[in-house]
């Protein structure tokens, strides 16, 4: 990637629109906008669909997504249509008996915590929800230091995020992947707010489930998404009983009679219907454009504007929590104690910047086609919102 490029043009972003929200949804870029479109086109003629594409783009999914988080075998990679439902596999695969304990983040996104909740009172066991600490600075470090001492020998889960998603606190995943390893507990990560916007490798991080939302930073469409199941979870019970999950699925003159035997890898986790016409090539479109933008690149550009911002905003009394221990792409604000938050969101809105506000919170989430220019008009909303 080109550090001067403007990726603006590859986007629809109405003029004058700060978007500053790929946290919430991403813009659908052009060319996967078309693949949608190609897609809804050759539907009118079924015809024009082959057998092979309830396999081939599932394939390619598996594979692209495989090559972003560095796992050698895409059947690794399952599809699935959201979180909640990849979280759902992933408790049913998952030994928690009465007396363990389950842990994660408090506030962490509810697809990743009714799951664990509902597991712990069936099994008789307790979720541990380890609040953050007070307000001050060192707010999310003292919030690692707290994930990690939840973990002990009884713990028969984590699943965290790598970023809260609603202020982008970070948390160290080797570290608490570590230990969670160390006391024999699954290690389950929600990526949702991290894959495609940072390097996510999971050689390093080490995961026994990555779980992830396509309409983030994947830059997908809504309603499809993956994950990656570790060996740990090879010979599981899905949710579901689909044909196509079975070995020879793909030979259609003989699915009456077909096997039960589910194909190998995560594959038996893919939900009914996954070869999805429309959004699987919007799906594969977009993971082609983020390996080649490269996490890496996403995250160096949305670090130099999360940067300027944080330092303009702190100087206004905003609370922003150490640069170590942020996001580089989702940047929490704290609005200082006269800003009146409603006032402040009109504001927004009235300039056609948009961001998530939450209570006293802003949630600020670039990405490519952002500049400094977006971030800029938004600093100027608070600083005016202060007069
Ligand atoms: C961290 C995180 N996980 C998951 C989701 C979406 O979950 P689901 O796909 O179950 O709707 C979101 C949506 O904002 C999120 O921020």
Redesign the pocket.
């Known amino acids: 990637m080109h550090a001067s490029r403007s990726f603006k043009p590859l986007f629809s972003l109405p003029d004058g629109l700060h978007y500053l929200n790929c ?2 949804m991403a813009p659908l870029s052009r060319r996967v906008a078309a693949a949608g479109h190609a897609a809804l086109d050759r539907l009118v003629a079924p015809s024009r669909v082959p057998a092979s594409d309830f396999f081939d783009p599932c394939d390619e999914v598996r594979a692209r997504f495989a090559r972003l988080v560095n796992v050698t075998d895409p059947q690794r990679i399952a599809l699935i249509p ?4 990849g979280m759902a596999t992933v408790a049913r695969n998952t030994p928690v008996t009465a007396g363990g304990n389950l842990v994660v983040v408090e506030g ?2 509810p ?2 915590v009714h799951v664990w909740r509902r597991l712990a009172t069936e099994r008789r066991a307790e979720l541990r929800s380890v609040p953050a600490p007070g307000t001050d600075g060192g707010r999310a470090r003292g919030w690692n230091e707290a994930v990690l001492a939840a973990i002990d020998e009884r713990t028969a889960v984590v699943s965290v ?1 790598p970023f809260h ?1 609603t202020d982008g606190s970070r948390f160290d995943l080797e570290a608490i992947g570590g230990r969670a390893r160390d006391r024999g507990a699954a290690f389950v990560v ?1 990526g ?2 991290a894959v495609g916007a940072v390097p996510f490798d999971c050689g390093r991080t080490a995961p026994d489930a990555l779980v992830c ?1 396509g309409y ?1 930073w994947l830059t997908g469409p809504y309603s499809v ?1 993956v994950a990656y199941f570790g060996p740990v979870f090879d010979g599981g019970v899905p949710l579901e009983e689909n044909w196509i999950t079975r070995r020879g699925s793909d030979d259609f003159a003989r699915l009456a009679t077909g096997r039960d035997e589910y194909r190998p890898g995560a594959v038996r986790y893919d939900v009914g219907e996954r070869s999805n016409f429309v959004l699987l090539p919007m799906l594969g479109a977009a993971l082609a454009q983020v390996l080649e933008w490269s996490p890496a690149a996403v995250e160096t550009h949305t670090r130099a504007l999360t940067d300027g911002a944080a330092e303009a905003l702190r100087t206004l009394g905003c609370g922003i929590e150490e640069d170590g221990w942020r996001a580089p792409h989702i940047l929490g604000v704290r609005l200082p104690a006269g800003l009146d938050p409603a006032a402040l969101a009109r504001e927004l809105h009235q300039r056609n910047i948009s961001v998530s506000v939450r209570g006293r919170g802003l949630r600020v989430a670039p990405h490519l086609y952002n500049d400094a220019d977006d971030l800029a008009a938004l600093v100027e909303v608070v600083r005016g919102s202060l007069d």
């Not at 959201?82 to 439902?85: Q, T």
Request: aromatic letters at 22%.
């Open positions: 946290a919430y959201s979180v909640s439902y962490q996104f697809s990743n995020p998603w929600d949702t707010q939302a983030k998404g």
